[in-house]
């Protein structure tokens, strides 16, 4: 590289809540690498790297900030020969700040205070931080940088204080969680920010799964005339260089090449989801009921993608009323993939059951109750198995039956992660045929399951539809219903009868006792059920 440019690394960093040490350690390593090998001149790592993003209310915590003080203190000492731009939470007497510093041989050029909190869906930062008001900026070798954090690009006021103050290119560290549709966004955002400005901009964020929350990197950078002109892999850790010229131009890139699509997308997305969350709750692999049905299927392949096969348990529980061809495509797949399989009938329990009970049920009609008498032998089962050996149960409902309620309790729910739960019925289809595109000859979801109706097998001949509208019907409904908050008058009229409308809406309301006791699952939708999504069990609001 010529003396009249610089090289900016990008840590695409997958950082972990909490872990202060591991973080400090990992943010280190990336500024050696980036100075020792990429000829980096300056690293930046991800929002509140120190401490994992979001930390909610470990900020509470009174040793919190000497740990944090003293990970500061470490990644400064190390900062010889590079500049390395780290997100911290800063402690003061006034009040914490989200906060970001600069550290170059030692020395600390600026501390950086993030001017806007979002407080919307997933995010509750007025909860913990205080709003930071002034321009932040450094000389990256007489190169004067501006620093922004994650929510201040997407405003306007950051970024034009920024220029304003003397800045000529524009620094944004990120941790920006994963929705389908996002990415798209981010580009719009960065090109309006540039354009408005006339500055360069570079963006990183962090990638790996947290809980509900999936963060999927998309780093990238942006020219003054609002062109990406760098775009850094989906779901992958590294460090991306590029190479800005001393009027903050971006000179050398690697074009963006082509993004994958939104199932390819959501596929990495739950992948990394359930990786992370299984590692790092300390479990030994994952444990699913594997019915022969299309959504157990994507489970079992989501999982062996981010374990192996190795890590990955499936276990069959027929019934009387389980088809054959529920068997033997559960088997088949099992194999394919090349997971454990074993299989426990659950008849003998479910007679004990009725026997137990049968003085007094009386002469009472077989109803609901003996359907979900079954499913809450196979939860008791796939528990007992976790317990025994340290597999971690991934619970296999999908949204379309977590809004209307078409799941049960300490059943089919049972489980500590629920990778489909932000994922809609056609999508789980969508899943599927895009997961049998992506390994040539191994057909990882047999077709048949694809193929056939979708029936949860507790009584003879049970389709879903018996209980539900078309999923191609029910699922823009709660779309609309559940992410876009529409109306039951709004949702009327559009091919849709009102009594359909009333039917799905009334199921959605009286299910939100179901879903607080459901097991978390990784977000993909624009509102999510759990932390994204807050309603009263008691409450009534019919036609709102």
Request: charged share 25%; proline share 6%.
């Amino acid at each position: 590289m010529s003396a009249e440019s610089v090289k900016v690394v990008l840590a695409q960093l997958n950082l972990w809540v909490g872990d202060i040490e591991g973080n400090v350690s990992k943010i280190i390593a990336a500024a050696e690498k980036a100075r020792d090998e990429l000829g980096g001149d300056l690293l930046a790592a991800p929002e509140l790297g120190v401490l994992g993003y979001p930390p909610d209310d470990l900020l509470l915590r009174s040793g919190l900030p000497a740990a944090i003080a003293q990970g500061l203190e470490r990644i400064r000492e190390a900062s010889q020969g590079i500049h390395i731009i780290v997100g911290f939470p800063e402690f003061t007497e006034e009040g914490t700040y989200n906060a970001a510093a600069v550290f170059r041989d030692g020395e600390q050029l600026v501390r950086y205070r993030k001017q806007c909190l979002p407080n919307y869906g997933v995010f509750d930062e007025k909860r913990h931080f205080q709003r930071g008001r002034e321009p932040g900026l450094f000389s990256l070798k007489g190169l004067i940088c501006g620093l922004t954090i994650c929510e201040d690009i997407w405003e306007a006021a950051p970024a034009t204080r920024a220029r304003e103050a003397g800045a000529k290119l524009l620094i944004n560290i990120n941790a920006s969680p994963f929705q389908v549709g996002k990415s798209g966004e981010r580009v719009r955002v960065l090109a309006k920010r540039a354009r408005e400005t006339g500055l360069n901009i570079l963006y990183v964020n962090c990638v790996g799964g947290q809980d509900e929350l999936i963060f999927d990197g998309d780093s990238q950078a942006c020219n003054a005339e609002g062109e990406t002109v760098f775009r850094a892999p989906s779901f992958e850790e590294d460090l991306y260089p590029v190479s800005v010229d001393m009027q903050g131009r971006i000179l050398s890139h690697e074009p963006p090449g082509r993004y994958p699509s939104d199932e390819g997308l959501v596929w990495r997305g739950l992948v990394q989801a359930i990786r992370d969350y299984v590692n790092r709750n300390g479990f030994k692999g994952a444990l699913l009921g594997l019915s022969g049905g299309i959504d157990s299927a994507v489970t079992l392949a989501l999982a062996v993608d981010a374990l192996g096969p190795d890590r990955v348990w499936a276990v069959s529980m027929p019934s009387r009323y389980t088809a054959g061809m529920s068997r033997d495509d559960a088997a088949e797949q099992a194999r394919a993939l090349g997971a454990r399989y074993d299989e426990i009938a659950i008849e003998p329990i479910f007679s004990a059951y009725l026997d137990s009970l049968a003085p007094l049920f009386g002469d009472a009609p077989a109803d609901l109750t003996e359907e979900n008498l079954q499913s809450r032998s196979r939860g008791a089962l796939l528990m007992a198995l976790s317990n025994k050996f340290g597999y971690l149960v991934l619970a296999t409902g999908n949204k379309s039956e977590m809004a209307v309620g078409y799941a049960t309790l300490y059943g089919d729910m049972c489980g500590g992660f629920a990778p489909l739960k932000d994922v809609y019925k056609t999508l789980v289809y969508r899943l599927a045929e895009y997961r049998n595109t992506q390994e040539e000859g191994v057909e990882a979801i047999p077709s048949r399951v694809i193929e056939r109706p979708p029936s949860a097998e507790l009584r003879p001949d049970q389709k879903d539809e018996d209980s539900l509208p078309p999923y191609d019907v029910l699922d823009p409904l709660i779309q609309a219903y559940v992410e876009e908050g529409r109306s039951i008058a709004q949702l009327c009229g559009n091919n849709v009868d009102e009594e359909t409308v009333r039917r799905v809406a009334g199921l959605i309301r009286r299910s939100e006792y179901k879903r607080r006791q459901a097991p978390p699952g990784p977000k993909i939708t624009q509102r999510a059920f759990g932390r994204d999504r807050r309603y009263p069990i008691t409450a009534v609001y019919g036609d709102l």
